[in-house]
């Protein structure tokens, strides 16, 4: 039960970061979208 749940909440936080990190680099995207545009 304490182990699945251990799991879960690592897979949850992997989920997280992973999520951070796509929304990090669309951002970057934008920005780089953006910064052309305003060329």
Do not use: F, N, P, W
């Amino acid at each position: 039960m304490l182990g699945g749940r251990y799991c879960s909440i690592q897979g949850v936080t992997a989920a997280q970061i992973h999520k951070g990190r796509v929304s990090l680099r669309g951002e970057k995207g934008l920005l780089m979208a953006e910064a052309s545009s305003l060329d």
